[in-house]
C-alpha cells in the first residue's frame, strides 16, 4: 500500500503526469483482494489501474514507464494507464470504459470453465459502473453458469462527481447480487485485513465451482476523480476522509505486535519509487511506427 | 395408366428440395393417405402422402438427390404391370396431400 | 467439378458444416448465442454441434448482446475461439462496446500481449420483419481497425469463409442474410478455405462492372440477365470481404469495363460503395461510376415499402442502362 502511495506521490508531483486516476485512499481494496488470489487466477480492472498493478505484483519501473508512454511498459507504452496490462503475471489489465471490462472478465471465466482451468477471475470496478447494464447482465449469466468469477466494487461513494447515493438507488451495493441468487457482502475497504478475509472467502468458493459474488468494499477517494478534474468535495469532508488512512490502519493494528511501522519501511519504499522514475525516464518512447504495429 | 409424382408446391420461399427419405421400394402399392417420400426444405421437412391409390413403378430420384419444385421424383402406375415409357414427360400428375413441418 | 469432388448443400448446412469440422478439429471453438443449443439456431444452422459436442462448449444464452458478445471476446482473449451468433444484426448494436472498444483494439492496446479470435456472426437484411429487424449495417463496421468483416453469398462461401474466420488471430465479424438461407449450393466435398480479403467475378461481361456484397450479389447476377437480354454484358464483382476489402480486383476490372456501379442493401451515405468508388476511382481516374443503395428510410415490414426502398435486380438494371449512357 506504501508503495502505491509513494508511487502516485512521484507521478503526480512531475509536470509529464499526462491524465491519471489515482488510487489514493483505495489502496486496501486492491492490496486485499490481491492476497486472496494465486498465480492461477486473473485480475481484470478498471481505468483506475495504478493500485490494482502494483498490487498484482507488476514492477513499479514497467507500469510507470507504461504511465509515460514509454516502450518499456507491459503495453509498449500503447495502453497506457487506461490499458495497463500484463496477462502473463496474472493482471490481465485495466480497461477504460466503465463497466466495459465486466462482460469480458466474465468470459476469461467461461474460458477457465470450459477448458477446466483452476483459474479464478476477479473483476475491480468502481461504484460508477453499478447503474451499468452489463453488470446486471454479467450477474445473471455468471450465477446461471456458475462462471468462477469474483465481482469487487471499490465504493469510494463518489462518480466524478456524483455521489453514490444520488447515482444509484440501492443503499448497499452488494444488494445488486441477491436478485440473481449469487453471495453479496459489504467489508470497510479501508480495512486491508477484512478486504483479505471476505475475499479469500469468495475466492475460495468461485474455485471450487460454486459460482461468483459480488464483494463490496466500501471505500475513499482520497483525490479527486482524476488529474485534470476538479475536487468538489469541501475542505473539511476532505480532512475527514484523508484521516482514514488505510495504511495508517493496518500500521497501527501491526505495531500492537511489535512489528515495523511507516517511518521503518518509508526510506525503502521511497528508493523503490526513484528507481522505478528512473528506469522509467531511461526508457525511449516508442518509434512513431508502432502506431501502426499490433493493429489487426 | 402411368402417373409422375412431381414435387409438390408451392412452398413458402422454396425452389428446390432433397430427396430425404423413400416409403417403399419399386413395387410398394401405397393407398390414400399413406407417406411417399419425405423432402427437406432449407428449414423445413416435407411429408408427401399418395392423393390416390397406386403402385410405387420406379424412383427417378434417390435420396440424397436435389429436384425443383414441379420437377418429377418417380413413377406410379393403377396397375402393377402395366408397361413403363422411358420418361415422366407428358405424364399425368399423381394426386398428393403434402405437409410442411 | 466431378459429382463425386463436390456435394449440394443448402446455406445453413455449409455453416453447420464449418462449425462442426472446426469443433471436431479444435477443443477451443465454442459456440454461443440464443437458441443455438438443443433448438440448432434460428434458421437451423447448428443444427446437431451441441448434440456432438456437448453443453460445455454449446451454450445457449439469455437475450443480453452486450454480454454475449462480451463473454466470447473475455473467452477469445483468454484462450478460446468462440463463435457468438447475434439472431439479427440489428441488435449486434447493443453488443458493440466489447467488439469494438475492447476486441478490435486488445492487441494493440496491450502492445501484442493479448488477442481476441472471436467470431461473431449475425444475420442481416430486409425480409418483411420491420424497421428493427431488417438492417444491413456492415459498412458501420468496416471502418474499424482491428477489426475483420466478412459476408458470404453462396454456400460454398458461407463455409469458406467460416472456416477462415475461425482460423483468424483477431476478430471477426461474419454477416450472412436472412435471402440467402434459402439457397442451395455445390461446396468442395473437401476440406476448403476461401481467403479472408479476397473478392471473386461471378459472371464475366464487357461493359460495366458492379461490386457488391450478399444477398444483392444474387440480385446483381437476374440483373445482369435482364440485360444481357438486351446486349449488355455486366462483370458481377462479389466482394465477399468488406474488411479488408480488395478493390484490386474491382479496380482491374473497371479499368477494363470503364465503368462501375456499386450495389449494396445498406444505405449509400458513407456505405460500402462510397468507399469502393472513391477507392477505385484513385486507381482509375476516367471512370463513370454510380451507386445503388437502399432508399433513405427505415424498411417497413409492409411488403409495398419494404419491395419500394429495397433495391431489386430492375432498379439494378436501370441504374446501369442510366450510367451507361451517361
Known sequence: MMQIRAFEGALSARPDHGFQLYSSGEEAVAVGLCAALSADDQLFSSGRSIGPALARGLEPGAVMAELLGKVAGPNRGKGGRGHLAKPAAGFFGAHAVVGGNLTIAAGAA????????????????????????????????????????????????????????????????????????APGVTVDGMDVLAVRRAASELVRRARAGEGPAFLECVSERFSSHSSSTRETRSAEAMAAIRARCPIDRLAGALAAHGWPGRAELQAEVDAEIRAAVAFADASPYPDPAEALVDVV | ??????????????????????????????????????????????????????????????????????????????????????DAEGLASLAVDFEVS | ?????????????????????????????????????????????FVGLKAEFGASRVRDTPVAEAAMVGLGVGAAAAGLRPVVSITYMDFLMLGLDPLVNYAAKARFKTGGQIT????????????????????????????????????PSTPADAYGLMKSALRETGPVLYVDHKRLFPMAGELPRGEAFVPIGQAVVRRVGRHVTVATHAYMTRVALDAAEQLAATGVEAEIVDLRSLAPLDIDTVATSAARTGALLTLEEGQLTCGVGAEIAFQ???????????????????????????????????????AVRHLLQA
Open chain 2, 1 to 86: 395408366m402411368i402417373y409422375s409424382l412431381a414435387v409438390p408446391g408451392p412452398i413458402e420461399d422454396v425452389e428446390e428440395v432433397r430427396v430425404l427419405e423413400w416409403h417403399g421400394e419399386a413395387g410398394r402399392a401405397f393407398a390414400p393417405g399413406e407417406l411417399v417420400v419425405e423432402l427437406e426444405t432449407h428449414k423445413a421437412l416435407v411429408e408427401v402422402r399418395a392423393g390416390q391409390a397406386g403402385v410405387l413403378r420406379r424412383i427417378l430420384c434417390p435420396s440424397g438427390d436435389w429436384r425443383a419444385v414441379g420437377e418429377p421424383l418417380a413413377l406410379l402406375s393403377d396397375g402393377p404391370d402395366e408397361a413403363l415409357p422411358a
Open chain 3, 116 to 151: 481476441a479470435p472471436v467470431v461473431i456472426k449475425t444475420t442481416a437484411g430486409a425480409k418483411g420483419q420491420g424497421v428493427a429487424h431488417s438492417q444491413s449495417i456492415e459498412a458501420w463496421l468496416m471502418s474499424v481497425p482491428g477489426l475483420k468483416v466478412v459476408a
Open chain 3, 1 to 45: 467439378m466431378s459429382s463425386e469432388a463436390v456435394v449440394k448443400l443448402f446455406f445453413r448446412e455449409a455453416i453447420a458444416r464449418a462449425m462442426r469440422e472446426a469443433m471436431a478439429a479444435d477443443p477451443r471453438v465454442i459456440l454461443l448465442g440464443q437458441d443455438v443449443g438443443d433448438f440448432g439456431g434460428s434458421y437451423k444452422e
Open chain 3, 280 to 318: 477505385v476511382r484513385e486507381r482509375v481516374p476516367s471512370l463513370k461510376v454510380a451507386r445503388v443503395g437502399a432508399l433513405s428510410a427505415p424498411v417497413s415490414s409492409n411488403p409495398v415499402l419494404e419491395a419500394a426502398v429495397v433495391p431489386d435486380a430492375s432498379r439494378v438494371a436501370a
Open chain 1, 110 to 181: 467461461l474460458a477457465a470453465q470450459v477448458e477446466g482451468r483452476l483459474g479464478v477471475v476477479a473483476c475491480l470496478f468502481g461504484d460508477g459502473a453499478c447503474g451499468s447494464g452489463a453488470l446486471h447482465e454479467t450477474l445473471n449469466i455468471a450465477t446461471l453458469w456458475r462462471l468462477p468469477l469474483l465481482l469487487v466494487c471499490s465504493n469510494n461513494q463518489m462518480s466524478v462527481s456524483t455521489p453514490v447515493a444520488q447515482a444509484l438507488a440501492p443503499q448497499r451495493l452488494s444488494d445488486l447480487a441477491a436478485p440473481f441468487g
